[in-house]
């Protein structure tokens, strides 16, 4: 069989990702992390007033002179509407302060020589220097947040910074994961000699919890058929997605591919790519089904590269796709007929942004997950040489 490229393979599944419809109104400090159901549309301007920029003195520039000295009339700290300008004088004034009704400038106070109620302008800055204009920021009506916009600090601190107490967001998804492996445990138990602990399940879950998603984990299931298809029917009734680990290679102990044929159906099998190849999307119960490979490298870039934007489409995100950035190889490499996902870190050298690869790229060795910070791709039979541009995506 052949395999499929890893871009048609995504764009597959993006294609299948149906968005949430639910949608519920949220106060603001519980709306982080969650997919905006509307538009939000700016009903005030930001700020709200002209204001200064600076500590400093207002005045109206057309009556001011560098080297003279003015009366101070007015001291107008932050949330204190001041008196209208008198002529030839200044306001003292402080940052974020309204600037008086009739000053159009601020004079810093490092360019002035000034005294309780006498100021002298050391230097004249240009007109309208240091007044932050009302609506600078935003303008009364226009669109603060998106649908579909993932709610990051910064837009709930927009939606605050328009007055806004609470914001409609999509419910979020409820993804049910499950480990397949006779060989698996949890922490907390010794291992006998064929064990290893349960390391994709904590991937999983946090990746999934990161992404402000509900997970409900059901625990390991054996390396038995009907047993998985028991895990499978249950996983399709509680979740809205769901995501498994291992069990979809082509070996005997491989149980998750024929069981959710056997529920339902199966699409995308081989993908082009390295780690990861082994990659199952299939369909119980109306619920897609993610099947990410065993190996604890390929569970995590099949995850990053295939359920992630997955799952953001499917919560109604409108970004799903990772940010693709360039930077210079460190290293030689020649990638084999698959596309290479490689565990790398960038690193700040003679000016530019350099790529760095873990020693050891194994799809096994779950360290170079910690020590990555971005990963490097390669194409199929693309060929690098140490300084080449090398194509990455940062791991966030
Ligand atoms: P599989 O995809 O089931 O063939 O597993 C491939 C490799 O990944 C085997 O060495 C498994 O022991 C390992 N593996 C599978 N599932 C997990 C898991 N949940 N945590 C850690 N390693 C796993
Ligand atoms: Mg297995």
Redesign the pocket.
């Known amino acids: 069989m052949d395999l499929s490229p890893v871009d048609d393979a995504v764009k597959e599944l993006l294609e299948i990702a149906s968005p949430v419809t639910g949608d519920e109104r949220t106060l603001l400090d519980q709306s982080y992390g969650r997919a905006s159901a509307e538009d939000v549309f700016a009903q005030i301007d930001v700020p709200f007033f002209d204001n200064s920029a600076m500590d400093g003195f207002a005045g109206c520039h057309g009556d001011l002179l560098e080297g003279m000295t003015y009366s101070v009339y007015d001291r107008i700290p932050a949330g204190r509407l001041g008196q209208t300008l008198t002529k030839n004088s200044l306001a003292r004034i402080f940052t974020g302060a309204p600037i008086p009704e009739g000053a159009d400038t601020v004079i810093v106070q490092e360019d002035v020589d000034f005294s309780l109620d006498t100021a002298t302008i050391k230097k004249l800055p240009k007109k309208y220097s240091n007044v932050r204009r009302r609506g600078h920021d935003i303008t009364s009506g226009s669109k603060v947040v998106s649908k579909g916009e993932f709610l990051s600090s910064a837009a709930v601190a927009l939606l605050a910074s328009v007055g806004e107490t609470s914001v409609k967001v999509k419910i979020p998804l409820t993804v049910a994961i499950f ?3 006779d ?2 445990v949890l922490p907390g138990k010794a291992l006998k000699s064929a064990q ?6 904590f991937l999983i879950y946090g990746l999934l919890r990161d992404m402000g998603l509900n997970v409900i984990d059901l625990g390991i299931v054996p390396d038995d058929y009907s047993k998985t298809l028991a895990m499978l029917s249950k996983a399709g009734e509680v979740a809205d997605v769901i995501i498994s ?5 082509v ?1 005997e102990e ?1 149980h998750v591919k024929a069981a959710v044929r056997a529920l339902g159906s199966v699409n995308i099998w081989k993908v082009a790519m390295k780690p990861g190849k ?1 990659f199952l999307l299939g369909e119980i119960n109306g619920k897609p089904l993610l099947g990410l ?4 490298v390929s569970t995590f870039v099949s995850f990053f590269v295939f359920a992630k934007p997955f799952l953001k489409a499917t919560q109604g995100l409108s970004e799903v796709a990772p940010n693709e950035l360039y930077g210079l190889s460190s290293f030689d490499f020649q990638a084999g007929s698959r596309r290479e996902y490689l565990r790398a870190r960038l690193r700040s050298k003679q000016g530019g942004t350099w790529i760095e690869k873990y020693a050891h790229q194994g799809s ?1 060795v779950l360290s170079s997950l910690r020590w990555a910070n971005c990963l490097a791709i390669v194409d199929g039979a693309q060929q690098i040489k140490i300084g080449d541009p090398i194509k990455f995506i940062e791991l966030d």
């Open positions: 480990s397949t492996g060989e698996l290893s602990y349960n390391s994709n399940r680990s291992g069990g979809v290679s070996g491989d082994p490979p065993g190996n604890p096994s």
